[in-house]
């Protein structure tokens, strides 16, 4: 019999700390809650009242989804507190594209070895972006496991339920003449990180470190930056208007992969990629890596985080309000009659 005395702490797994770190963001949680959160922090599920009064025919929404690789970035400028957000706003944008406002949100933490700043950073980052999406924290999943990830990088998932209106669930009929509008994104937000790693760090040699020309900012901080939330511009436009027919959250597959998810079979979506120009890191990523055109337009959203499916008699009316309520949209196309496709041109 071996004389060591073995405990969890000493195969790599400190529950004390896991413990510690919970107990510090406790309070940013908690401030994320509504009266329809039921129970405290700590138990073996959230509960969350189903109460939806303005709501005639209530239909649960839920997705799920990670950062991917943006993590790798984040350990190497040791920035995390964006990550938080980006997950929770990608969620919220997803179940967006069926009409549907979030209610609640948990989340997965994994690392080799928890730390503290980090978990905390990474949480608070959750919290802020749970608040400005009116979304309930309620709870979630701090995995600590050596040797299945590597030291010093982390793994953020989350998933979230949301709730919509039967009446007013999209996507509805995509039509041959409706308009496309673009909404700007504020720069890689969660996909195409292996690529651009690739490119930039890889076959450039680049750093995080390095400025990028004309734009005021590292490389690294504009790799970084959050996920933008389209909610709050685009949803009271779904309440109280018909006018959007569907919506296309651009993320992984960009341009390609994802518009096709709302179209019928007998229309494809024209986009004119000389109706917005993409943000320099775009342009630099291709140069870096010599990506073809249609590469970067398969991967990335190129500048243009949604897309709306848009009556075009309502479409300057739409632009007008979103544009009004922060965000950055215009017509990019149109749909005419194809076969459930996209082409750019």
């Known amino acids: 019999m071996p004389d060591e005395v073995l405990t969890y702490q000493s195969a790599g797994v400190d529950i004390d700390e896991a413990h510690r770190v919970l107990r510090a963001v406790t309070g940013g949680i908690q401030s994320t809650h509504s009266a329809n959160v039921i129970g405290g922090i700590g138990g073996f599920g959230g509960l969350f009242r189903a109460q939806f009064p303005d709501i005639a025919n209530p239909i649960l929404v839920s997705s799920i989804d990670g950062v991917g690789t943006k993590t790798k970035v984040a350990a190497m400028v040791g920035k995390y ?34 730390s503290g700043p980090i978990f905390e950073a990474v949480i608070t980052g959750l919290v802020d972006a749970c608040k ?6 309620i709870g979630g999943e701090t995995a600590e496991m050596p040797t299945v990830y590597v030291d010093d990088e982390i793994d953020v998932v989350g998933c979230i339920i949301g709730v919509v209106d039967a009446d007013k669930r999209l996507p509805k009929k995509v039509k041959r003449g409706d308009a496309i509008i673009g909404i700007a994104s504020s720069g890689l937000h969660t996909n195409g990180y292996s690529l651009a790693r690739k490119a930039l760090f890889d076959m450039a040699l680049h750093s995080v470190k390095d400025e990028m020309p004309g734009v005021g900012a590292t490389i690294g901080e504009e790799l970084l930056r959050p996920h933008k939330s389209y909610f709050r511009a685009v949803y009271p436009i779904l309440q109280d208007s018909e006018a959007i027919s569907a919506i296309a959250h651009i993320t992984g597959g960009g341009f390609f992969d994802n518009i096709p998810r709302v179209l019928p079979s007998d229309v494809k979506a024209i986009i004119d990629r ?16 010599n990506v073809p055109p249609a590469e970067m337009y398969r991967i990335f959203n190129m500048g243009v985080g949604m897309v709306l499916f848009v009556d075009r008699e309502y479409a300057p009316a739409v632009v007008q309000r979103i544009n009004q309520a922060g965000e950055s949209a215009a017509v990019i196309g149109e749909v005419a009659e194809g ?7």
């Open 274 to 289: 000389r109706t917005w120009t993409p943000l320099p890191i775009f342009s630099m990523i291709q140069e870096c890596g």
């Open 81 to 114: 507190d964006g990550l938080g957000k980006d997950i929770v706003n990608h969620c919220v944008n997803d179940i967006l594209c069926q009409g549907a406002k979030p209610i609640f949100f948990l989340d997965y933490f994994g690392a080799s070895h928890l």
């Open 132 to 137: 400005e999406n009116d979304c309930a924290l």
């Open 339 to 345: 076969s459930k496709d996209v082409q750019i041109v």
